[in-house]
Structure formats: C-alpha cells, structure tokens
C-alpha cells in the first residue's frame, strides 16, 4: 500500500514540475508585455510571487499527505 502511495505522490510531483517548467516561457512572456504595456508594478510582483511559491506550496501539501498516509497504513498494520 505504501508503494501506490509513494507512486502518486511521485506523480503530483512529477506534474507539477513538468507543468512548472513547460509554461515558465509563457508566464515570461506574458510578465515582460505586461512590464511594457503598463501594468501596475505590484501586481506583477504578485504574480511572479505567486508564481514561485504556488508550485512549492502544492509539493509540501503532496508530500505531508504522503507521510500521513504512510503513518496511518503503519498505525493499522500495528497488532493490537
């Protein structure tokens, strides 16, 4: 049972980053035209910290799930 959670925990993992990596050059472009068509400053450092800390958020969310789930499998693997 750990194994298959392992496994989509991996897989959250690996999607966010491959969706990360892959769209970054569409989030730069639509950063840089909105630097040149003025877009207010403090919504682009919204977005670009957003964009840096939503990524982070949903690993940390994935892999405490995944620590959850391996500590109740193990809580009820346990002989009472």
């Known amino acids: 049972m750990s194994g298959h959670v392992f496994l ?3 897989a ?3 999607t ?5 990596i892959v769209l ?3 989030y730069n472009f639509f950063y840089e035209f ?3 068509n003025g877009v207010s400053p403090m919504l682009l450092t919204a977005c ?14 994935t892999w405490y799930w995944y620590f ?3 500590q109740k499998n193990e ?3 346990r002989p009472i």
């Open 8 to 10: 989509k925990a991996l």
């Open 12 to 14: 959250g993992t690996l």
């Open 16 to 20: 966010v980053s491959i969706s990360w």
């Open 24 to 26: 970054t050059p569409v």
């Open 34 to 36: 909105g630097q040149l």
């Open 48 to 61: 670009n910290i957003s964009w840096w800390i939503s990524p982070l958020l949903f690993l940390i969310g």
């Open 68 to 70: 959850q789930e391996v």
């Open 75 to 77: 809580q009820l693997s």
